[in-house]
């Protein structure tokens, strides 16, 4: 991969979904479909919304181990990022992200106490692409 930051940036920007992975309390993964991150920072940090009472939430708290993964099924080639997820509930990260219309999620508004931001940050990465994978590593 030439420009990994571009590559994958250009991948998880065009991506519909992007699957989060966290890790259950018996200690067995669990992956879960979610809308495209609201914001990036280059392909290091990824910012997702989610309640606050979610199941993946309370995973997040009690073990911070996470993976990302964004694929383009036309072209057969998807990236699996790995990291940590952190749990936001302070009132600039959530007014940093909150979108018009988010009261269909979030009745109370930006404010809504069952709102909050997944901070996501990559540590590494696998690539794949015309059947060859590459790990690469996130500074």
Request: glycine share 6%.
């Amino acid at each position: 991969m030439k420009n990994p930051e571009q590559t994958i940036g250009n991948l998880a920007d065009k991506a519909k979904l992007a699957f989060i992975g966290s890790v259950d309390e018996q200690g067995y993964p669990n992956i879960k479909a979610m809308l495209q991150p609201r914001s990036r920072e280059g392909i290091k940090i990824f910012y997702f919304t989610t309640n606050t009472s979610s199941m993946r939430v309370h995973q997040y708290l009690t073990e911070n181990k996470a993976c990302i993964y964004f694929c383009d099924s036309r072209f057969f080639r998807g990236v699996m990022l790995r990291g940590t997820m952190e749990v936001l509930t302070d009132a600039e990260s959530k007014a940093m992200i909150w979108r018009e219309g988010d009261t269909r999620y979030y009745s109370e508004g930006v404010t809504d106490p069952d709102y909050c931001i997944l901070k996501f940050t990559a540590i590494s990465g696998r690539y794949y692409s015309n059947y060859h994978s590459e790990e690469f590593v996130i500074d």
